[in-house]
T-cell receptor, first 114, second 115 residues
């Protein structure tokens, strides 16, 4: 079945450092890919998404490119801030299931130090 | 502002008691979902509903029940049959049908602790 694997955390960075959180997926269909962010004690919020191969999603300085050849959707940010400290979830939604089943990775916790 | 409201935010339960978590949305979404989140794990789907008066089991439905009598509401009951109910519960919604992009909109969650 479909699955999402993302790098284990926690990831600890200093402010203004470069961030990469790796995410790879397996899917039999043509999934849409997502990054969600969860701040402490809150629900998840959509950070960015890409619906087809070679699409780049971007938001708030974060970027991720849908790479079909490597089945990857790595999250990057050029300069992190303390306010970026959160848990980041990579996810896929397979159009073959009408988008009703979203598969989430285990989440990667990011700590950014001042 | 449109969104999803979950209540209560924190809930304590004695073993053997059923509890019901509320989820209300004013986004006019057809599909609604319940997820369970445990520390260090991803989200696991409990139940989902694509339309009023219809719902489907997710991956971990045992010990849970839901109803969908109104488009706006999708309450989750954690029954005494759920062996390990202490967790963070998240409700979500999405568009359905041809306009569904797969994007989920989440509430702020309900934390259930069994004493």
């Amino acid at each position: 079945g479909d699955s999402v694997t993302q790098m284990e955390g926690p990831v600890t960075l200093s402010e203004e450092a470069f961030l990469t959180i790796n995410c790879t997926y397996t899917a039999t269909g043509y999934p849409s890919l997502f990054w969600y962010v969860q701040y402490p004690g809150e629900g998840l919020q959509l950070l960015l998404k890409a619906t087809k191969a070679d699409d780049k999603g971007s938001n708030k300085g974060f970027e991720a490119t849908y790479r079909k050849e490597t089945t990857s959707f790595h999250l990057e940010k050029g300069s992190v801030q303390v306010s970026d400290s959160a848990v980041y979830f990579c996810a896929l939604s397979d159009q073959n299931t009408g988008g009703f089943k979203t598969i989430f990775g285990a989440g990667t916790r990011l700590f950014v130090k001042a | 502002d449109g969104g999803i409201t979950q209540s209560p935010k924190y809930l304590f339960r004695k073993e053997g008691q059923n509890v019901t978590l509320s989820c209300e949305q004013n986004l006019n979404h057809d599909a609604m979902y319940w997820y369970r989140q445990d520390p260090g794990q991803g989200l696991r789907l409990i139940y989902y509903s694509q339309i009023v008066n219809d719902f489907q089991k997710g991956d971990i439905a045992e010990g849970y029940s839901v109803s969908r009598e109104k488009k706006e509401s999708f309450p989750l009951t954690v029954t005494s049959a759920q062996k390990n109910p202490t967790a963070f519960y998240l409700c979500a919604s999405s568009r359905a049908g041809r306009v569904n992009t797969g994007e989920l909109f989440f509430g702020e969650g309900s934390r259930l602790t069994v004493l």
